[in-house]
């Protein structure tokens, strides 16, 4: 009798959930990524994105997106065939300068459980729609964003706004994948950044 106790409370422990295996990398296949909305004001444009999960799993995110851009260069000038444009993007941890969103400087980038059937996370990218610099920085236009999540090879195809399109002037940051809706840490409503709807 007290053989089989022992035995049974051995297999009990075991598989109890602290030990069970951590959720999976998100792929391209269980994540969809909407442009949620954008704050434009002084040269400065501050794009929120999120990640939803549109699988049954949790899967995990770590790190920052990888962003290219589809269009043309420039505004005023003959648009040419849409191709890959060359745009600079740094990483950032936000709130710099006229950043908003990303995360609080000291903390870490944490590792962000995505829940699965709708979950959401998410991230800013930052930059001017003003060209600056000497020479001023070379303009994009496009209305299609490629995103690669941490450690991916392929691509999500995002859309922008509707009636809207990506402009950015010189380069862009972007800021870390971050739990929930506002892309920051710690977070904040979505009416800090954009007001009460009216």
């Known amino acids: 009798m007290t053989v089989v106790l022992v035995a049974w409370c051995s297999v009990s422990i075991g598989s109890s959930p602290a ?17 949620y909305n954008t ?3 002084a040269g ?12 049954r799993q949790a899967c995990t995110l770590r790190g920052y997106v990888r962003v290219a851009y589809v269009g043309v260069y420039g505004i005023g000038t003959p648009y040419k065939n ?20 990303g995360l609080k400087k000291g903390l870490p980038i944490p590792r ?9 996370a998410s991230f800013w990218l930052a930059g001017t729609d003003e060209p600056v610099g000497n020479p001023p920085g070379r303009c ?7 995103v690669w999540l941490p450690g991916s090879s ?24 971050l ?12 009416s800090y950044y954009f007001g009460t709807p009216g």
């Not at 392929?154 to 994948?177: D, E, K, M």
């Open 112 to 120: 962000v459980t995505v829940q699965p059937d709708g979950g959401l």
């Open 19 to 35: 030990n069970a295996a951590a959720a999976a990398s998100c792929t391209t296949v269980s994540v969809r990524i909407a442009d």
């Open 140 to 146: 994009i236009v496009s209305y299609k964003m490629l």
């Open 179 to 190: 739990p929930g809706k506002s892309g920051s840490d710690p977070p904040r409503p979505l």
């Open 82 to 101: 849409h191709h890959r444009l060359t745009i600079r993007e740094v990483h950032s941890y936000g709130r710099n300068g006229n950043d908003i969103g």
């Open 44 to 55: 400065s444009v501050n794009d929120l994105f999120w990640i939803k999960n549109v699988s």
């Open 154 to 177: 392929t691509s999500i195809t995002v859309q922008p706004l509707r009636a809207n399109g990506f402009y950015w002037c010189g380069g862009f940051a972007a800021h870390p994948i």
């Open 39 to 41: 704050v434009v004001g």
